[in-house]
Every structure is written in structure tokens, then in C-alpha cells.
């Protein structure tokens, strides 16, 4: 008899913050999920932001506020403001790495993870390299590589200069979910196969293989077999990342804005309000999964346990 996942449990426990401050964004990634949103959208208003983290904030200790991308983070007007506002706490940050290493100089210290992502459509492989050098030698990086169909062999071969060339760097390789079903986002059977067993790239001097960027999961079943250190894309990767049906402490354990400002347990999750609102909750207990397939790895990292309705 196969034994059957009934449980995911997170490698460690914090409510994770993720802050997305409006759709702007200075690329135009053909794989972006929030590109439609691009067109019209405007920054969210600092003000409201600040009241929302102050209710989340409110009796909690273990808090990590994500900085995330959908626009590109780094050009909000009040990023500082942002920083400092959290500086008592745990802040990552996805980035496309764009800005410039005088704005990066001047971050650093108030960001205690950085992933930076690699969008091959999008930069000058030299010029990313020399940056991403540059900030290798002063703090720990991990740079995400979406893995584009077209260009999937060359994107590890570039990986490998990344780890050859950079001081203190971690790499991660993102699957794309092929949400609109197009042909060009199928992998070949070679290279799903391939980034399976290649989910992952370090330098010799990496010093930090456990943030939070490659913080990892574990899998319980029902005949009692326990499996540590499963990483999200791997479920990813094999299509088995449907938690449909399942509890899930999405809301309890994270909680989201995104570029509207509405406000939700997880990126797939129905809206709860908005930060523009006068009155709202926060979520205080676990919810039913509601979506066929859970699309964001940090949210896969999030405890579940399958759940019977009868």
C-alpha cells in the first residue's frame, strides 16, 4: 500500500509578512504573472501600509516581513521609510538586483535576506555578473533562476560563472507554473528531469545555505514515515503541489498584500479586505485550502494537514 502525504510541517516557525507596495515595475518578464496589472497601477500609500504592519505587529514577537516582488520592490518611493519603520525585525527581499550599487551600499545593513532574480530577458549578463560580485563580497546573496523553456541549458551554464565568479552566493532554480497553459512554458521530459535533480547551486565560500531563501520543508504520512529537507519545487516540479481540501495556517501563520492593497492569507486565496478600509481582522485560525495548486514556494512552506470535510 503507497502511503499517502497528510501533512506539511515548516523547518521553522514565524508568521511571514509579505509587503507588496503596487505593480511597477522597470521590466517586462514574459513569464509575469503581474504584468497585466502593470499598465495602471500606482504605488500604495505608505501611510496605510505602516497601520497594517502595526496590526499585525500588535502582541507578536516572531514576525519576517517580506519585501516581495510583483513590482519591483526596490523603487518604492518610502523603501527607506519601509526599512527603518522594521528595523526591530527579520526583512527579506526579492529584487531583480536593477538599482544601483550606491543604493545597494546604503541598504544593506537593513535587509537581513536578499534574493535577487535573474531574468535573462531582461539584463546584460556581464553587467548583472559585475553587480552581483560586487554585493557577493559584502553580504550573502541568493539569486532565483526562473527556468525559461528557451533558454533552460544556458541559464545553468551561466549559473555556474555566477558560482565560479561570486564570493558568498547561494543559487536557487525556479520552475515555472505554466498557469496559462501556453507551449512555450512546458518543459522537455530531459529537462524536467534535470531540474529535478539540479534544483540548486552554491559558491565554496557560501555562508548562509540556511536562510530564509532556502529554508526547506517536512512531509509526514500516514503510516507514521517522516521525510526532512523537501524542498517546495520539488513538489513543484512534480506536480504535487495541490492542497485543495487541506487545513492550511495561511492567515495564522502569513499573511499578504498585494499590489492593490487588498489583503489575503496567500497569493491564491480569496481577498479579505483591503488596507484601504477602516475596519478589518487579521485572520486567527487556519483556513480550507480553496485553489487547485499552491503557486507560491513560500506558501508551501506553511504547516497543512489534509482534511477530511465528512
Same mark, same amino acid.
Given at each position: 500500500?503507497?502511503?499517502?502525504?497528510?501533512?506539511?510541517?515548516?523547518?521553522?516557525?514565524?508568521?511571514?509578512?509579505?509587503?507588496?507596495?503596487?505593480?511597477?515595475?522597470? !521590466?517586462? /518578464?514574459?513569464?509575469?504573472?503581474?504584468? @497585466?496589472?502593470?499598465?495602471?497601477? *500606482? =504605488? +500604495?500609500?505608505?501611510?496605510?501600509?505602516?497601520?497594517?504592519?502595526?496590526?499585525?505587529?500588535?502582541?507578536?514577537?516572531?514576525?519576517?516581513?517580506?519585501?516581495?516582488?510583483?513590482?519591483?520592490?526596490?523603487?518604492?518611493?518610502?523603501?527607506?521609510?519601509?526599512?527603518?519603520?522594521?528595523?526591530?525585525?527579520?526583512?527579506?527581499?526579492?529584487?531583480?538586483?536593477?538599482?544601483?550599487?550606491?543604493?545597494?551600499?546604503?541598504?544593506?545593513?537593513?535587509?537581513?535576506?536578499?534574493?535577487?532574480? !535573474?531574468? /535573462?530577458?531582461?539584463?546584460?549578463?556581464? @553587467?548583472?555578473?559585475?553587480?552581483? *560580485? =560586487? +554585493?557577493?563580497?559584502?553580504?550573502?546573496?541568493?539569486?532565483?533562476?526562473?527556468?525559461?523553456?528557451?533558454?533552460?541549458?544556458?541559464?545553468?551554464?551561466?549559473?555556474?560563472?555566477?558560482?565560479?565568479?561570486?564570493?558568498?552566493?547561494?543559487?536557487?532554480?525556479?520552475?515555472?507554473?505554466?498557469?496559462?497553459?501556453?507551449?512555450?512554458?512546458?518543459?522537455?521530459?530531459?529537462?524536467?528531469?534535470?531540474?529535478?535533480?539540479?534544483?540548486?547551486?552554491?559558491?565554496?565560500?557560501?555562508?548562509?545555505?540556511?536562510?530564509?531563501?532556502?529554508?526547506?520543508? @517536512?512531509?509526514?504520512?500516514?503510516?507514521?514515515?517522516?521525510?526532512?529537507?523537501?524542498?517546495?519545487?520539488?513538489?513543484?516540479?512534480?506536480?504535487?503541489?495541490?492542497?485543495?481540501?487541506?487545513?492550511?495556517?495561511?492567515?495564522?501563520?502569513?499573511?499578504?498584500?498585494?499590489?492593490?492593497?487588498?489583503?489575503?492569507?496567500?497569493?491564491?486565496?480569496?481577498?479579505?479586505?483591503?488596507?484601504?478600509?477602516?475596519?478589518?481582522?487579521?485572520?486567527?485560525?487556519?483556513?480550507?485550502?480553496?485553489?487547485?495548486?499552491?503557486?507560491?514556494?513560500?506558501?508551501?512552506?506553511?504547516?497543512?494537514?489534509?482534511?477530511?470535510?465528512?
Amino acid at each position: 500500500m503507497t502511503s499517502k502525504l497528510i501533512a506539511i510541517e515548516p523547518m521553522c516557525n514565524y508568521m511571514r509578512v509579505e509587503l507588496n507596495f503596487g505593480y511597477v515595475c522597470n !521590466y517586462n /518578464c514574459p513569464y509575469c504573472f503581474d504584468r @497585466k496589472n502593470f499598465k495602471d497601477s *500606482k =504605488w +500604495l500609500e505608505w501611510e496605510y501600509i505602516q497601520k497594517f504592519i502595526e496590526k499585525i505587529i500588535e502582541g507578536k514577537n516572531d514576525v519576517m516581513f517580506a519585501l516581495a516582488s510583483g513590482g519591483e520592490p526596490t523603487y518604492y518611493p518610502h523603501i527607506t521609510k519601509v526599512l527603518e519603520f522594521l528595523s526591530d525585525y527579520n526583512v527579506s527581499i526579492v529584487s531583480n538586483g536593477s538599482r544601483s550599487i550606491k543604493w545597494w551600499e546604503k541598504h544593506l545593513s537593513m535587509l537581513n535576506d536578499i534574493a535577487i532574480t !535573474y531574468h /535573462c530577458t531582461e539584463v546584460d549578463k556581464d @553587467k548583472f555578473l559585475s553587480k552581483i *560580485k =560586487w +554585493l557577493t563580497s559584502k553580504k550573502h546573496i541568493t539569486i532565483i533562476i526562473p527556468l525559461l523553456k528557451q533558454v533552460f541549458w544556458e541559464q545553468y551554464e551561466y549559473a555556474k560563472i555566477l558560482v565560479k565568479e561570486c564570493d558568498d552566493i547561494f543559487i536557487s532554480f525556479k520552475p515555472l507554473i505554466n498557469e496559462e497553459k501556453k507551449e512555450e512554458f512546458y518543459y522537455t521530459e530531459e529537462q524536467t528531469e534535470y531540474s529535478l535533480n539540479h534544483q540548486t547551486m552554491a559558491s565554496n565560500k557560501c555562508t548562509e545555505s540556511n536562510s530564509f531563501f532556502n529554508i526547506n520543508l @517536512k512531509q509526514i504520512f500516514d503510516d507514521g514515515m517522516i521525510q526532512q529537507n523537501i524542498r517546495p519545487h520539488t513538489l513543484i516540479i512534480k506536480n504535487q503541489n495541490n492542497f485543495k481540501g487541506w487545513k492550511c495556517w495561511s492567515g495564522k501563520d502569513s499573511i499578504r498584500i498585494d499590489g492593490n492593497g487588498n489583503i489575503s492569507r496567500c497569493a491564491g486565496s480569496s481577498i479579505i479586505a483591503n488596507i484601504y478600509d477602516k475596519n478589518y481582522e487579521i485572520p486567527t485560525e487556519p483556513f480550507i485550502c480553496e485553489t487547485e495548486h499552491c503557486i507560491c514556494i513560500p506558501q508551501i512552506r506553511i504547516r497543512k494537514e489534509k482534511y477530511d470535510r465528512l
